[in-house]
């Protein structure tokens, strides 16, 4: 129970409504363009920007992010169901194993690295 005493709930709102807000914002822009599967791309890309203008003249507080912190830790259990359809096609695929390993490794891993070492130096 003390631990759910020391959670910043306040933080945790603001800090998943400002997610939505700028990912349904983006949906919304991109549909505009008769592009609505780059609203997700657009909208992480998006508050980044703003966020590191926002660094340029002023901090962050660190309440926000304390709980961008820990949200991204947390969030990793949001995958396993995606981690669970993958072992299941993974079972039919056969022969094409190698290069969809490849395919995962370079479109999930290394753009993971990339935006951890970009928040990690800018924000």
Same mark, same amino acid.
């Given at each position: 129970?003390?631990?759910?005493?020391? !959670?910043?709930?306040?933080?945790?709102?603001?800090?998943?409504?400002?997610?939505?807000?700028?990912?349904?914002?983006?949906?919304?822009?991109?549909?505009?363009?008769?592009?609505?599967?780059?609203?997700?791309?657009?909208?992480?890309?998006?508050?980044?920007?703003?966020?590191?203008?926002?660094?340029?003249?002023?901090?962050?507080?660190?309440?926000?992010?304390?709980?961008?912190?820990?949200?991204?830790?947390?969030?990793?259990?949001?995958?396993?169901?995606?981690?669970?359809?993958?072992?299941?096609?993974?079972?039919?695929?056969?022969?094409?194993?190698?290069?969809?390993?490849?395919?995962?490794?370079?479109?999930?891993? !290394?753009?993971?690295?990339?935006y951890a070492k970009m928040a990690k130096k800018w924000l």
């Amino acid at each position: 129970m003390d631990q759910l005493k020391r !959670i910043d709930w306040q933080a945790w709102g603001f800090t998943i409504g400002l997610i939505v807000f700028f990912r349904e914002a983006s949906v919304w822009v991109m549909t505009q363009f008769d592009h609505p599967e780059l609203g997700n791309l657009t909208g992480l890309l998006s508050l980044l920007l703003v966020l590191v203008i926002w660094r340029k003249f002023k901090k962050l507080p660190p309440r926000l992010v304390d709980t961008n912190n820990k949200l991204m830790k947390e969030s990793g259990f949001a995958f396993l169901p995606i981690c669970a359809g993958s072992l299941i096609m993974l079972v039919s695929m056969g022969k094409e194993i190698p290069l969809f390993l490849v395919v995962m490794f370079i479109s999930t891993l !290394i753009p993971l690295w990339i935006y951890a070492k970009m928040a990690k130096k800018w924000l």
